[in-house]
């Protein structure tokens, strides 16, 4: 733990505390994929943060002898999130000694449908860490300024590294970067930059090809980047595309933001399909909602192009502007291949409850 975290202080939790967050899920134009040590991404990442995938979180912290943890997910005990999370609370309980004399009660659900194959991971966290935060803030008497943000970021960022781009509304960056000394490796920023009109408020709809768990997960996936015969070269890659992506989003290009988005997806998924022990996510009908969508965009010369996160779904961008036509567009062509659509949005990022 860093020294953001730890100048909190040791505090005694002595009554009952209660904090309730909601966090949005994001997708990543930029994609993270490879760390180096306590998740420290291996080069930088930037997301949207959306508006309507969201988890809702409330913990209830008691003091107690021993660290307890339970966790109820959509109604159901789920032994599986309360173990998860237990292990983080201990990883974080070697700095923060008072962690280990609380039970904690979690009940959280997603307003999207469970396992509907968008990854709750980084909403989940995002919103677990902002309850935690909170109430070690209101231990502490301190007020909710930047700084909590920051901290939350950071805290999400232990917890699943693309949590910690969850904290922000709008873009998302994550990771150092010489285009802005201000851009860390610990915690998320929200782009700085102006953003041209043209990529204000992009719309994401979410094309649910499977809602079956993953074989792999990211963190596994990660892991493999760590000996994969091509992961410098990806790194470069994925510096450079984040370089080129802010340059098109600075002077609204479309011709350079559509392609890198696309790129970014096909490199992530090369990644998985080339490392030591190969594996493969996407599915027939992502490949042939890639044709339709390409095809689409050459018919309609409309700026539509296509992100994919480390599963099957495919997650269509495009602007505002054309919002009305994309839309009409996929419930006739593609709803007929789909488990479930999402029309989302860019969002203005956690709330409290
Ligand atoms: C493909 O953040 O889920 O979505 O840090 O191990 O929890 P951990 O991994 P995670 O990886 C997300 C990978 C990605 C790309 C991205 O969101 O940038």
Redesign the pocket.
Known sequence: MSSILSSLGQTVLNIEARAKWQAPS???L????G?IGP?IPANP?L?LTLSRSLSETTLLCTPSDKMEVSFEFEGKNHPKFAQKMEQFLVGLSAEWAFLKKIKYNIISKNTFPHSAGI?S??SG?AAFCLCLLDIIYQMNNLPKDELFYIRASHLSRL?????C?SIYGGLVEWGQSPLDQSYSDTHATPVKMAIHPEFSHLQDAILIVSSEEKPI???E??GRMGVHPYSSVRFSQAKSNFEQLLKGLKIGDWSIVGPIIESEALS?HAMMMTSPEPYILLKPKTLELIQLIKHFREESQLPVYFTI??GPNLHVIYPESVKAKVQTFLENEARPLVEAIIFDEEGHGPQVC
């Open positions: 994001n997708i990543a930029i994609k993270y994929w760390k998740q990442s997301s990854a991971s980084a966290m917890g699943s590294g693309s949590a781009r997960s990211s963190r996936g990660h992530l996160d480390a």
